[in-house]
């Protein structure tokens, strides 16, 4: 499966952005995804992740309450609502998916167990 992320930009802290993560060359629904971030100088950080059926979302505690993971497996494409954004959150986002026969329940926040990675999309939250 290929991924594509895109929607990050410019925004001013407070805002919001959403973010996608579209698949092509196999169906989303056979993965879990994650959302994941870089900032310059840092390593790389889990978000939040949601299981095949899309029934189960775990969040990173630093986003929690301002982001909200969501897919559309008709569509192939995971979304990544993302709001009162502040400076701390520029980063470079990637999403990710992992192969699991879990539907309802698994995804993860560790890396590793992801085959996939999309290419990323710039986030920059600056007034």
């Known amino acids: 499966v290929q991924l594509q992320a895109s929607g990050g930009g410019l925004v001013q802290p407070g805002g919001s952005l959403r973010l996608s993560c579209a698949a092509s060359?196999?169906?989303?629904?056979?993965?879990?995804i994650g959302w994941f971030r870089q900032a310059p100088g840092k390593e790389r950080e889990w978000v939040p992740c949601?299981?095949?059926?899309?029934?189960?979302?775990y969040h990173a505690d630093s986003v929690k309450g301002r982001f909200t993971v969501s897919r559309d497996n008709a569509k192939d494409t995971v979304y990544l609502q993302m709001n009162s954004l502040n400076r701390e959150d520029t980063a470079v986002y990637y999403c990710?998916?992992?192969?699991?026969?879990?539907w309802g329940t698994g995804c993860w926040k560790h890396g590793i167990l992801y085959e996939y990675w999309g290419q990323g999309t710039l986030v920059t939250v600056s007034s």
């Open positions: 990710a998916a992992g192969s699991t026969t879990d």
């Open positions: 060359g196999n169906t989303l629904d056979y993965y879990a």
């Open positions: 949601i299981s095949r059926s899309g029934g189960r979302t």
